[in-house]
């Protein structure tokens, strides 16, 4: 089977990732900040040193910022419903998944949603500013869409929010370990990731990194601090993990990241976008095909495509692909937003998201199944 679906999770684990689960399980076995033996003391201090390979690759302030979660969704709960009030208003962009938009809608009365243009950053920056009240309280949006791969203009929102005393909240999860993202250059109070996809690390863990505080818990439980207290904590990181954190994965986090930092981020950005893009050139000759973006440029889309077959529903194109051996994504990603915004919200789309690891010849196979269309 041929791979395409990286942007849901990273198909193929490097095997420093698989070995740093596996040595955890084996030599890793104890409870981090459960106990005062050796043991408990030795995991604790390996969760410590992921926490500083996280804060280090985002130029976060500290490892103390650094929150392991059930996964990035958890993360974006705990931003949303953990800084905002119902009375507050808040800004997304247009593309946004439902992580994002689902509490969101559940916890404030008020939000609006600004414009992504496919080609003008400066619209859609203008874009997020025409929609600031005096109560907008934060913008919170993807860093790259996981249905049509545009990638935000985080820096100049993140300008703009520090100008306007508006907090900054970003959903990484298809973006972090992918796209150049600078916690402190770009502004970001509030950076969610899901490490399982551009870390290559095992699902079911996210990270959540606070510049700010975030005054209330929705998770609430034993979290090694004040145990004599029936109230929980809300200081980092503690105070956002309550039970048990998954050693492996945290390890399998830390390997990632360093797979990544001894490839080079950019290089295997480069290679991804290049094969994207042989996607997008072949597919574009085909006149049953639609393609909903211009032709992706390095710097404004992530690795991801999205596109249909006219006459066949995204779900059938989905199933001839795995029919062909080709593992690829057709519906609606768990994103309204992005897909009211394209015009797919009665047909949905196929997505197709290739790893750094695809060879050469899986593309060539790829393309000749894609001819059939």
């Known amino acids: 089977m041929i791979y395409l679906d990286n942007a849901a999770t990273s198909g193929i684990k490097p095997q420093t990732v698989i070995n740093a689960v596996e040595r955890s399980m084996k030599l890793l076995s104890a409870n981090p900040g459960r106990g005062g033996h050796k043991p408990s003391v030795t995991v604790a201090t390996e969760v410590y040193k992921v926490r500083e390979k996280i804060s280090n690759f985002f130029n976060a302030s500290g490892p103390q910022n650094v929150a392991f979660c059930a996964n990035c969704t958890h993360a974006i709960n705990f931003v949303i419903k953990g800084v905002l009030n119902e009375n507050d208003h808040v800004i997304i962009s247009d593309l946004e998944h ?8 559940k916890t404030v ?5 600004a414009t992504v243009f496919f080609d003008d950053n400066k619209k859609t920056l203008e874009s997020f500013r025409s929609l600031v009240k005096d109560n907008t309280k934060m913008i919170i949006c993807t860093a790259a869409s996981n249905v049509t791969g545009r990638v935000l203009p985080l820096k100049a929102i993140g300008e703009m929010c520090k100008e306007k005393g508006i907090l900054f909240a970003v959903d990484a999860a298809q973006g972090g370990g992918v796209i150049p993202i600078d916690i402190k250059e770009m502004n970001i109070d509030y950076l969610c990731l899901a490490p399982h996809k551009g870390f290559f690390a095992p699902m079911g863990t996210g990270v959540l990194i606070a510049e700010k505080p975030i005054n209330n818990t929705i998770i609430e439980g034993g979290n090694g601090m004040n145990s004599l207290s029936v109230n929980q904590n809300t200081d980092l990181p503690e105070g956002f993990e309550s039970g048990t954190v998954s050693v492996p994965n945290i390890m399998g986090i830390g390997a990632g990241i360093d797979y990544v930092n001894k490839i080079g981020r950019e290089k295997i950005y480069v290679k991804e976008m290049r094969i994207i893009n042989e996607f997008y050139d072949h597919l574009s000759k085909n006149d049953k095909v639609i393609l909903y973006t211009p032709r992706p440029k390095i710097g404004e889309f992530a690795p991801v495509l999205s596109f249909n077959v006219s006459g066949k529903s995204s779900e059938e194109v989905a199933d001839f692909l795995d029919k062909n051996g080709i593992a690829v994504r057709g519906g609606f990603h768990c994103s309204l937003c992005a897909h009211e915004k394209l015009g797919t919200a009665d047909v949905g789309a196929v997505r197709l998201s ?20």
């Open 109 to 113: 009365k008020d939000y609006s949603k």
């Open 354 to 373: 290739p790893s750094f690891s695809l060879t050469q010849n899986e593309l060539l196979r790829s393309l000749a199944v894609f001819k059939k269309f």
């Open 98 to 105: 439902n992580a994002v938009l689902r509490p969101l809608n």
